[in-house]
């Protein structure tokens, strides 16, 4: 992304996670169990394209590896319609490309 927020055309998947932090910990720092986010902005020209995007991105029945963690598959909990990213110009086109989201979540227990 440029300085002034113009980015290469799209398709793109912008992915974030949320993971156990040192506040969640049990106060006998036992294993304990963490429900955890996996948020998947899809992007794409139109709200069709991230449509089509969306529905290539097979998270669902995933299982995400973590050393020392022991993790549940993936499950698909939320899914939002295209908008359009205002924050964000296609350098290409001057236009602002369209973006839906993708929520999954998982649960996750230390292991070691």
Known sequence: ???????????????????????????????????????VLVYAGTAQGARIVADKVALEGKRPVATGWSTSPLELVNTREPVEDRDVTVVTT???????VLEYQFTAARTA
């Open 1 to 39: 992304m440029t300085p002034d927020g113009k980015v290469p055309a799209p398709p793109w998947l912008y992915v974030t996670m949320s993971l156990p932090t040192p506040s969640e910990r049990s106060q006998a720092r036992t294993a304990a169990l963490y429900t955890c986010r996996v948020r």
């Open 94 to 100: 001057g236009k602002h490309p369209m973006y839906g």
